[in-house]
């Protein structure tokens, strides 16, 4: 079967400005890492989510700031984390690596994301964090779990990664919680060459230490010296945070893609409308056909990073459904298994949930290719696609 509309593994084309910049910055920049380019794009993505400059820092991709999140939480043996178990793998086990066991939380099974009160139902004395994720690019609701978070004690981590630009309370996906996660991997609305990501740290005191935990380390000299290169140009130290050491690591992020990043931030709004005025209008245009519940939000709370149903008749449906599409050159995918039925969540002994709407939304769910570039033809072909292969199911 010839596939007519892919879904594909690329959400944006680069405009000629955009590649303008990224050629520049081959040609002159110098290093070709952590100079420039780096500095303006953290100074302008701070400013974007309106956060304090100094507190957001590049990194190679999103997985590297779950990482480095995973590590300035310092758990301690017996430690729960709170993460949803309808998610990416790499929203969980980086905590996992650093000694934290999951509180797998359920899903509102309309919106696809926590909710204040699945968070709690998950809390348990041994809570030590709170990882919420925006999937799909749909904001949870902040202010009710960041007060949750702060009248039980717990840490914040916001897993922006699929919502940036989303707003919620008149603030940006990111930047309620203790630190924001943020992924520019090639299918995301803003992207840096297939890879990157940023980390967004509240706590001045801990944002200190994360250049130095970013890149090996490496760290300037507590005192002055005669000669610049005596003893070595710079020092590498353990980098401190409350009188503990955190072992460094090397997640930075090229010059080329900081330098991409900072002139894509100067669209990335434009990107979110368009992609949710095609949505809704994906969505409007199915109205007239119950088989499929989208989650339909007129406003920037949702960016539409993609566009997600659910087939209401159930995963037998939903399996025709697909095939139809298939038949007809348009291919759909099923995404985010619950964390609990992967092979390596079950070796690790974390293969139980009671997770009832994350495992119904997964167990129907259909997810569109809806790629920023997708052509207005493409897309007429897909609405009818999709409703020839309804009728053939009715």
């Known amino acids: 079967m010839d596939i007519k509309v892919n879904f594909s593994g690329r959400s944006i084309r680069y405009t000629e400005e955009e590649i303008a910049v ?16 780096r500095d303006e794009f953290e100074r302008k993505f701070a400013k974007y989510q309106n956060v304090p400059e100094g507190s957001c820092f590049t990194v190679a991709n999103g ?7 995973a590590q300035i939480c310092r758990f301690r043996q017996g430690d729960e984390i709170v993460i949803p178990a309808h998610t990416f793998t790499a929203s969980a086990y980086p905590y996992l690596k650093k000694g934290a066991r999951p509180a797998w939380a359920d899903v509102d099974l309309r919106t696809r994301v926590v909710t204040a009160e699945t968070v709690e139902k998950a809390v348990t004395p041994r809570a030590r964090a709170v990882v919420v994720v925006h ?3 749909y904001v949870a609701d902040m202010p009710e779990i960041a007060a949750l ?17 989303a707003e919620v309370a008149g603030r940006k996906a990111g930047s309620f919680g203790d630190m924001g996660i943020f ?12 890879e990157g990501g940023m980390l967004y740290v509240k706590d001045p005191a801990t944002a200190a230490v994360i250049p130095a935990l970013r890149h090996n380390g490496h760290c300037a000299y507590a ?6 290169w005596k003893p070595a140009m710079g020092n590498v130290d353990m980098p401190m945070l ?28 434009k990107i979110n409308d368009e992609k949710r005025v095609r949505a809704l209008y994906f969505i409007d245009a199915l109205a007239d056909c119950p088989e499929l519940e989208f989650h339909r939000v007129a406003d920037r709370r949702h960016n539409y990073h993609l566009l997600a149903a659910r087939v209401t008749a159930g995963p037998q449906m939903r399996d025709d459904f697909m ?9 759909c995918v099923v995404q985010y298994i619950p964390l609990d039925r992967y092979d390596f969540y079950r070796r690790l002994g974390f293969g139980e949930a009671n997770c009832p709407n994350g495992d119904a939304f997964f167990d129907s769910m259909v997810s569109f290719p809806f790629q920023h570039w997708l052509s207005d033809a493409d897309l007429e072909y897909m609405l009818a696609a999709t409703r020839e292969a309804l009728a053939s199911l009715r």
């Open 22 to 37: 990224a050629v520049e910055a081959m040609r002159n920049a110098d290093p070709l890492t952590q100079g420039h380019y």
């Open 63 to 69: 997985c590297a700031a779950l990482e480095m999140s």
């Open 135 to 137: 999937l799909y690019g």
């Open 149 to 165: 978070c702060r009248k039980r004690g717990l840490i914040l981590i916001e897993d922006a990664a699929q919502a940036i630009g």
């Open 183 to 194: 992924s520019f991997h090639s299918h995301k609305n803003l992207t840096t060459l297939g």
């Open 223 to 228: 005192f002055a010296r005669r000669d610049y």
């Open 242 to 269: 409350n009188d503990e050491p955190l072992m460094p690591s090397n997640y930075c992020l090229g010059e080329v893609e900081c330098a991409l990043g900072a002139k894509m931030l100067e669209r990335i709004d």
């Open 323 to 331: 095939r139809g599409m298939h038949e007809k050159g348009v291919k």
